[in-house]
């Protein structure tokens, strides 16, 4: 856990940006509560992937035309866990559903990054790196915990069967890749206050690295 230059990324934002990505059930909304409790802006495509598919909008009216009124709800929203089992049957449906979200998501992601404001933003992005979308942020920071722990948080916190569990662990990019693109890992294997303590002190090094990119932007403005 380490906020040194490293492979910081050259973005021209207007906002210093940190991608907050981990494997699933990491626990990546615990983390990005931690950063907004800090007064970080935090923009969450999961929040946004949910408001892209409500009710009335043209996402969803794509997702039922794909995969039929099945992934309804009987109030017309959508079946969130029921449009999973039959995206993630195969790599191809998975592709199609991605197809339909994920330019809607990034577009409202960039319409709200440009609203924020904040020291810097943390852009929470799980498919941050199957995705290839680093190149969205300044700074790549990966929550990681074991795949027991996984395992374990899913079927608990989802009520997931063994088998939907390792099919979701098997959609995502494998652990390793995740960490190699990591400019920050958080090991988030042990208690809520150990987790607390090294948030406020990534959080101290982002303050450090968005203050110097915002002095070396305005420099060269200044040339």
Same mark, same amino acid.
């Given at each position: 856990?380490?906020?040194?230059?490293?492979?910081?990324?050259? %973005?021209?934002?207007?906002?210093?940006?940190?991608?907050?990505?981990?494997?699933?059930?990491?626990? %990546?909304?615990?983390?990005?509560?931690?950063?907004?409790?800090?007064?970080?802006?935090?923009?969450?495509?999961?929040?946004?992937?949910? *408001?892209?598919?409500?009710?009335?909008?043209?996402?969803? %009216?794509?997702?039922?035309?794909?995969?039929?009124?099945?992934?309804?709800?009987?109030?017309?929203?959508?079946?969130?866990?029921?449009?999973?089992?039959?995206?993630?049957?195969?790599?191809?449906?998975?592709?199609?559903? *991605?197809?339909?979200?994920?330019?809607? &998501?990034?577009?409202?992601?960039?319409?709200? =990054?440009? *609203?924020?404001? !904040?020291p810097y933003q943390l852009l929470v992005i799980p498919l941050?790196?199957?995705?290839?979308?680093?190149?969205?942020?300044?700074?790549?920071?990966?929550?990681? =915990?074991? *795949?027991? &722990?996984?395992?374990?948080? /899913?079927?608990?916190?989802?009520?997931?069967?063994?088998? !939907?569990?390792?099919?979701?662990?098997?959609?995502?990019?494998?652990?390793?890749?995740?960490?190699?693109?990591?400019?920050?890992?958080?090991?988030?294997?042990?208690?809520?206050?150990?987790? %607390?303590?090294?948030?406020?002190?990534?959080?101290?090094?982002? /303050?450090?690295?968005?203050?110097?990119?915002?002095?070396?932007?305005?420099?060269?403005?200044?040339?």
């Amino acid at each position: 856990m380490s906020t040194t230059p490293g492979n910081v990324h050259n %973005k021209n934002w207007n906002f210093y940006r940190v991608g907050l990505t981990g494997g699933i059930a990491s626990g %990546k909304s615990t983390v990005a509560n931690l950063f907004a409790a800090l007064g970080v802006p935090v923009i969450d495509s999961d929040v946004i992937a949910r *408001e892209v598919v409500a009710p009335g909008t043209d996402g969803l %009216k794509a997702v039922v035309a794909e995969f039929g009124a099945d992934v309804l709800q009987p109030d017309g929203s959508l079946d969130r866990r029921q449009l999973r089992t039959v995206a993630f049957a195969s790599d191809a449906r998975r592709h199609r559903l *991605e197809a339909i979200l994920h330019p809607r &998501i990034g577009a409202a992601m960039e319409a709200q =990054c440009r *609203e924020a404001g !904040g020291p810097y933003q943390l852009l929470v992005i799980p498919l941050l790196v199957e995705a290839g979308l680093v190149d969205r942020v300044n700074r790549v920071l990966v929550v990681d =915990c074991s *795949e027991d &722990i996984q395992r374990q948080r /899913l079927m608990v916190r989802d009520g997931e069967t063994a088998a !939907g569990v390792e099919r979701l662990l098997a959609a995502q990019v494998n652990r390793q890749s995740r960490l190699m693109k990591a400019d920050d890992v958080l090991v988030n294997n042990g208690s809520l206050h150990e987790l %607390k303590q090294s948030v406020a002190s990534l959080h101290t090094g982002y /303050l450090r690295l968005a203050s110097s990119a915002s002095g070396n932007n305005l420099n060269m403005a200044n040339h």
